[in-house]
């Protein structure tokens, strides 16, 4: 049974004045005192509220012809000892006499203080939403729109009169309605994605690329009723994106020609030098090729990127015995790196499936991180050991380590670790991002375990072929 809501009671004619227990807590007034429409109930409204509420009791409501006796204002009070403010609706009526003079006055008051702050609260939200500039959606479980927000209709280009009450399919191309229900099927599970990046229509037919954020919405039970959607136009970065990649593209194979021909002269010169024995020239034409092969895996690197990106990476899947892959690529690193002793440890004799040139380069990029990264003279450890019939190869070393903050975008193409340490490792960032892609289209994944100060290792499984 619901709690009975404070009343109160007005003699017009003694003036005396009854407030039930209830209506004196809620204008926080003493038990015991007795109350006046001055001193109480004109003294506890607030400032910017008090004369225009006695305005509508005395001209309005105790006017029979303007009212016939009824009643209803919202106001503000401030409790009379614990000066809280609160939002009041009062509803009452007031009787006349036979010459229409008002004799009795009673009613009720009611406590709206949340109702007014959830209504602030989501007038602001609203606010927020409608000049966002990133289009907010919300949709039922039945895909049906609504909410559509201003961005959204410039965006789409469908109005809210337009897409409220129709399927968000109305703006999902034909090859992506399937996307639509593995978004929703994960939603369910109470899962939130962020900068899923796909591609909608607008309504002049044009497609757009956009980066959404969708998370569940719930009611007060806590179950999911619906989803809302923060989408963000990215056409623009896409087209830069991929202008980006043309002329990483076209500058890469430039380079790659007259880099080819330098390696070719710097080995016939080497090879002089060493028939001469010519310490000095042996000496500093090594120091070249080195340089060169530095370089020319960089610009394969940039190429396999631009590659990845356009979903291009082509694998030759193959039975290979991991043992001998590691052996050969230790040995390389070896002579590219003799600043650093690099050993095998833990190795075990296993046959894995993949592309044997991938996941060389795949390693060839762990070693020269995990080089980069570590202090002269520190080893690097290669490992490999089967785990549940995957085979968990491993590369780790014990240099500066990284932080947590740093761990989840260090596969991000371009991105470098900020730390003062580090301001003269030289990299663009694309390593880890080529291993992370090269690895995914294996289906695997590359992991890290890291502490500052501590060492990394980074790791990831490959399957095992009897």
């Known amino acids: 049974m619901a709690p009975e809501c404070p009343t109160f009671d007005r003699d017009l004619v003694s003036q005396n004045m009854h407030w039930d227990e209830r209506c004196r807590e809620l204008f926080d007034i003493p038990a015991g005192k007795t109350v006046t429409y001055d001193d109480d109930f004109l003294a506890c409204l607030h400032p910017h509220d008090r004369e225009r509420v006695n305005d509508h009791i005395l001209n309005f409501a105790f006017v029979k012809a303007l009212s016939d006796g009824k009643y ?50 989501n007038a602001l939200l609203s606010a927020i939403i409608q000049s966002s500039y990133d289009a907010i959606i919300s949709k039922n479980l039945d895909g049906l729109v609504e909410s559509w927000n201003g961005a959204a209709e410039r965006m789409f280009g469908f109005t809210a009169e337009e897409m409220i009450g129709q ?52 009611n007060e039970d806590d179950e999911i009723i619906g989803l809302s959607k923060i989408a963000r136009d990215i056409s623009d970065q896409k087209l830069a994106e991929l202008r980006k990649n043309d002329f990483i593209t076209i500058a890469s194979h430039e380079l790659k020609t007259p880099l080819t021909t330098i390696k070719s002269y710097v080995q016939l010169l080497l090879s002089k ?59 390389d690193a070896k002579l590219l790196s003799p600043s650093h002793p690099i050993i095998m440890k833990d190795c075990e004799d296993l046959f894995v499936t993949g592309d044997r040139n991938k ?31 995957q085979a968990q190869i491993a590369v780790s070393d014990t240099g500066i380590g990284i932080e947590k903050k740093d761990q989840a975008k260090l596969f991000d193409r371009f991105y470098r670790v900020e730390n003062d340490k580090l301001k003269n490792v030289a990299g663009f960032g694309i390593g880890l991002y080529l291993v992370a892609e090269i690895l995914r289209f294996h289906d695997s994944r590359i992991l890290v375990e890291s502490k500052a100060n501590a060492g990394s290792k980074f790791y990831f499984n490959l399957p095992i072929s009897q």
């Open 359 to 389: 996941i060389a380069q795949v390693m060839g990029n762990l070693i020269s991180n995990a080089v980069k990264y570590s202090p002269l003279g520190s080893t690097i450890t290669i490992s490999c050991k089967a785990i549940g019939g």
């Open 273 to 331: 030098a060493r028939t001469d024995n010519d310490k000095f020239k042996t000496e500093a034409l090594s120091r070249v090729e080195k340089q060169a092969n530095k370089m020319s895996a960089l610009i394969q690197n940039f190429l396999n990127s631009a590659k990845l990106l356009e979903g291009k990476l082509d694998l030759v899947i193959e039975r290979f015995k991991a043992y001998d892959l590691l052996t050969e690529i230790t040995e």
């Open 72 to 121: 209803d204002v919202t106001y503000r009070i401030i409790g009379a000892r614990d000066k809280k403010l609160r939002w009041i609706r009062s509803r009452g009526k007031v009787f006349f006499n036979a010459d229409s003079v008002p004799i009795r006055f009673i009613g009720a008051v009611f406590d709206i203080t949340d109702i007014k702050q959830a209504n602030k609260k």
């Open 167 to 218: 399927s968000i399919f109305k703006i999902i191309p034909p090859g992506k309605q399937d996307e639509e229900q593995q978004i929703l099927s994960r939603v369910k599970k109470g899962e939130r994605l962020e900068h899923f990046e796909t591609t909608r229509l607008r309504k002049d037919g044009t497609q757009i690329d956009i980066s959404l954020t969708i998370s569940p919405i719930k």
